[in-house]
């Protein structure tokens, strides 16, 4: 907010563009005034030509200092809270001195996602299981679908209900739901007999099916014997290939009248969000908007399926809507390119029509053997249906398969093709440029992960038995080998290994013809699940990730996208020789076998269980082929390089990872300081250091708000600090005042600057002194309450409010990391800070170490390689937030000196004095919150640190 006031409209938002997608509303968050008007200005959002008023106006102290000639200046706050039916919106913010002359300040792109379906089953009521033929009540209804058909489900057996009953109780508590009044069903028969748990399953009329679980046990056995159940809607509905009919369009912008904008891009996709195809995408968009590229996906229908996504940073439109394609990039023109996911029908229309309109160049992404899935779906060889005439084959062939001729005809026209295995360049018409572009796994969610024996004994599952877990839906290509995985199951039971299968997904309809009898005892079927909430933690109970299959016409020409998380974990993975299966080193990275049947899981995991030595080493191994193989940030790399070689993509806005990266770094002098310089200077950044002094190696601070060094900067490490919580005691005020102003204005300069340019802001508080003690042993964590005992940690709470206030308040990227003790770097004597290094250098010379207190108090230390290592991290993915960073462990200090002198060979002589009132007595950080975020995890032991810390120690 800076400039003068001026005749045009004034405003700004707190709310981060583009707006994330929301639960059946939005809100928006700023202020907006018209200068040199007569009364408080007013303000309006426009959806769908409906105004909405803001629900809330604000006074804006900050707007008024900015703007001091403007009377009203400061009643100019608002805040917005609209709810909207789920789908994209397009909306406008509007600002008007009189309440009847309104001026246009931005357009909005408003993504509201769907609400979930309702439901229970109520009669008879749960807790015992049903061994009667009965017939089952309940109700069931979507706020916004209108539901077609309701089936009950358990086992094999599938009951279809009488629905649209009246319920007048749902109403009452779903009030703002007139279809909960006519919610309620029943089973049109008693059921017959069959056992498993019940679920309800919703067809709606716009074909989307969803499912309700319950608590129910059907144990029937006697009774009428069900009839086998017709082919279930539960399909992969992301292979639906239009949108409704009747689905609004807007208003459309002609063909050739607005060009491409220069670093836009547009992904194409061949169903929507719950497809894998999607996560993929989804991924590398984000990559590539992090660089300052302005990413959209499209998909078929069913674009309110993003909210299946948290991560999504882009917006999504419907195939329907490619007349106002323009309008939902920010610069309003057309894509650069359109990267075509797959040569599917549905797809390459689409993405012709793109070209077509806005000259876009037109890449084609290939992830399986599209003729072998065409051969399985339509049950006739390939060269068959190649061979016949037009007339004929085309109404063949769906829109979510490949066209024989069509398909080849759009890759031979494309700028370019990407592939998911080297294999598929087969597929590639020779000539066209082509680059390998392999999955990853989200690193925020996919790490590893200790054995959680926890949730073992939760499930049930004792420490001896063996965890197999296995995510993915089957299919008519996968059938065979997904059987082949039960049966593997079933023969380690019968050769008394006990063994268990965990798995996710759904099963295509006669999976299992002869039902599941023979594998449920020792199989979980837990359907669809959400991915990153809930799959990690589960998988964190498995022993070993089993891949089956075989090398063939299938197999060889994919890249499942569950090999990439397999690996992460840290478990050994068995998989067949056929595409990763055929890259990684067999007894290193995994166990490969030529074929990953039935019989050879069983061996291979017999073999595991007797060597546990081998086990660590695939274990360490998996981590190792994923550390070097599989990232997100690499892959969108190629891609990038990919495709400013074959099409007029302009470079990227913002510098890729940490080569090139402009990062300043305050408290320059500090010994932390100039371990994190030393590291990114070694990883290709460029890195200035300031202190407050200045000198030859560092630019004194108030330069630091000189013009142009904030704006060139991609990242400000603030570590300038005035006092340690030693001498803050000594200061009347801790040096909090000093510090306070400091970063008030260094605040205040990223938020003058324009908002595409504003750097990551991050913020070293104090993980011990902030929080106090911790609680009944208890970890602290970041959404704690804090009690801070000296001033050094009154001092950083008050900072941690302000810069949270301020980059709120101007939409700032801000992290602000609540750190333990970190160790393992040389500090001066003079530094009365660190246990670690004194204590060391006591053994070295053979002088008495004074200990406050009598050992017994508990500290977090990180060594200095984990913090960088995460401090990189942080930097390339800037999480917004309060962390804390640490090991998660904490040591008493009679155990770290324990350990000094197994380091050093040499007995401590301890000199014990009283503790400090101020000093926090017991201090361990929960780290889960960024472990989570950013897919890290600490990897060097207290004792190793020691090691190493008292080695570098003997070498100087």
């Known amino acids: 907010m800076t400039g003068p006031a001026a005749k045009l409209p004034q405003h700004g938002l707190d709310t981060i563009l583009p707006l994330r997608p929301a639960q059946n509303y939005f809100q928006l968050a700023g202020w907006a005034f018209v200068p040199g008007a007569a009364q408080p200005s007013q303000v309006r959002v426009v959806v769908n030509d409906r105004a909405y008023a803001p629900a809330e106006v604000t006074t804006r102290a900050d707007v008024a200092a900015t703007y001091p000639d403007e009377p009203h200046a400061a009643r100019s706050g608002f805040k917005f809270v609209v709810y909207l039916p789920f789908g994209l919106h397009l909306g406008t913010l509007e600002v008007s001195a009189d309440g009847r002359q309104w001026q246009r300040l931005r357009a909005l792109v408003i993504p509201v996602s769907s609400h979930p379906i309702l439901g229970a089953v109520e009669k008879p009521p749960a807790g015992k299981p049903i061994t009667k033929p009965v017939r089952i009540e309940g109700w069931c209804f979507h706020p916004e679908f209108k539901v077609k058909e309701i089936v009950l489900q358990f086992g094999n057996v599938e009951v279809p209900c009488l629905h649209g009953q009246e319920r007048p109780d749902v109403a009452a508590r779903f009030p703002e739901h007139p279809a909960a009044g006519h919610s309620g069903f029943i089973t049109d028969e008693n059921l017959p007999r069959g056992s498993g748990r019940v679920k309800i399953r919703a067809l709606t009329e716009c074909g989307r099916v969803y499912f309700v679980s319950s608590d129910h046990e059907i144990a029937i056995e006697k009774g009428f014997i069900p009839k086998p159940p017709p082919p279930s809607p539960a399909r992969d509905l992301s292979t639906l290939a239009v949108a409704p009919a009747d689905e609004p369009v807007g208003p459309e912008i002609p063909a050739g009248s607005v060009p491409a904008g220069e670093r836009n891009i547009l992904f194409a996709l061949y169903g929507d969000f719950f497809a894998n195809s999607a996560l993929h995408v989804t991924a590398l968009a984000n990559e590539l908007i992090t660089l300052g590229y302005d990413c959209v996906v499209a998909v078929p229908s069913h674009k309110e399926t993003l909210g299946a996504l948290p991560r999504a940073g882009f917006v999504a439109l419907n195939f329907a809507e490619l007349p106002r394609l323009p309008s939902f990039f920010k610069d309003g023109r057309g894509p650069c390119l359109v990267h075509a996911w797959t040569s599917r029908e549905n797809v390459r229309q689409f993405a012709s029509a793109v070209a077509v309109r806005h000259g876009s160049a037109i890449l084609v992404h290939l992830e399986d053997n599209e003729q072998e899935i065409l051969e399985s779906r339509l049950g006739r060889p390939y060269a068959e249906l190649a061979a016949l005439p037009d007339a004929e084959l085309d109404p063949l062939i769906p829109p979510m398969l490949s066209h024989p001729r069509r398909a080849a005809e759009f890759l031979r026209a494309a700028a370019g093709v990407t592939v998911i295995v080297d294999r598929l360049r087969e597929q590639v018409p020779a000539g066209r440029p082509c680059q390998v572009i392999w999955p990853a796994a989200d690193a925020a969610n996919f790490f590893p992960r200790p054995r959680d024996d926890a949730m073992r004994r939760q499930l049930g599952y004792g420490p001896d038995d063996i965890l197999l877990f296995y995510h993915g839906n089957t299919h008519t290509s996968n059938a065979a080998e997904m059987r082949s995985l039960y049966e593997a199951v079933a023969l380690l039971n019968r050769r008394h290994r006990p063994t268990q299968l965990i798995r996710t997904g759904r099963d295509f309809p006669g999976f299992l013809p002869e039902g599941d009898d023979w594998i449920r005892p020792h199989l979980v079927h837990l359907g669809h699940i959400g991915r990153a909430r809930l799959l990690p933690p589960l998988m964190a109970t498995a022993d070993y ?85 599989f990232s997100w940030p690499r892959s969108a790399g190629r891609l990038l390089e990919f495709y400013r070689s074959v099409t007029p993509l302009a470079p990227p806005a913002r510098t890729a990872g940490l080569m090139a990266q402009q990062i300043l770094l305050t408290g320059g002098r500090g010994c932390l300081a100039g371990v994190l310089a030393r590291h990114f200077t070694a990883r290709g950044a460029a890195v200035k250091t300031f202190s407050r002094t200045g000198g030859a190696t560092h630019r004194a601070l108030d330069q630091l708000l000189a013009p142009g060094i904030l704006e060139q900067a991609d990242t400000l490490l603030h570590l300038a600090w005035s006092t340690v919580p030693f001498n803050a005691e000594q200061q009347p005020d801790g040096g909090r005042e000093q510090d306070l102003e400091l970063l008030a204005k260094i605040l205040g300069r990223i938020a003058a600057g324009p908002a595409r340019e504003r750097l990551h802001f991050i913020f070293f508080s104090s993980g011990g002194t902030v929080y106090g003690n911790a609680r ?20 950083k709470l008050a900072a941690e409010k302000l810069v949270e206030e301020l980059g709120n308040r101007h939409g700032l990227a801000w992290t602000i990391l609540r750190i333990s003790n970190p160790y393992g770097f040389a500090v001066p004597a003079s530094r009365p800070q660190g246990i670690i290094p004194v204590a060391l250098k006591c053994a070295r010379a053979g002088t008495p170490l004074t200990l406050w207190g009598d050992g017994t108090a508990r500290k977090d230390f990180l060594h200095h390689t984990d913090f960088s290592a995460a401090l990189e991290k942080i930097i390339l993915l800037r999480p917004t937030g309060i962390f804390n960073l ?3 462990r904490s040591h008493t200090i009679r155990e770290l000196l324990d350990l000094i002198e197994q380091a050093t060979g040499t007995r401590l002589d301890t000199r014990h004095v009283p503790p400090h009132a101020w000093d926090v007595h017991d201090s361990l950080l929960d780290n889960t919150k960024l472990c989570t975020a950013i897919g890290w995890q600490p990897a060097v032991s207290l004792a190793d640190g020691i090691r190493r810390a008292a080695e570098e120690l003997g070498k100087s």
């Not at 009944?776 to 001092?795: F, K, L, T, V, W």
């Open 545 to 629: 990730f089993v891949q089956p299959g075989a090398p063939g016409t299938f197999n060889d020409y994919r890249f499942p996208s569950k090999l990439p998380e397999f690996f992460a974990l840290g478990r050994p993975v068995i998989l067949p020789r056929t595409n990763l299966g055929g890259m990684v080193r067999h007894g290193e990275d995994a166990w490969v076998l030529p074929d990953a049947d039935a019989k050879g899981i069983a061996d291979a995991i017999e073999t595991l269980q007797d060597d546990p030595a081998l086990r660590q080493r695939l274990g360490e191994g998996a981590v190792a082929f994923a550390r070097d193989n």
């Open 886 to 888: 640490s090991s998660g």
């Open 776 to 795: 009944a042993g208890q970890p602290s964590r970041e959404s704690d309450p804090c009690h801070p005992i000296g001033r050094h940690g009154q001092a």
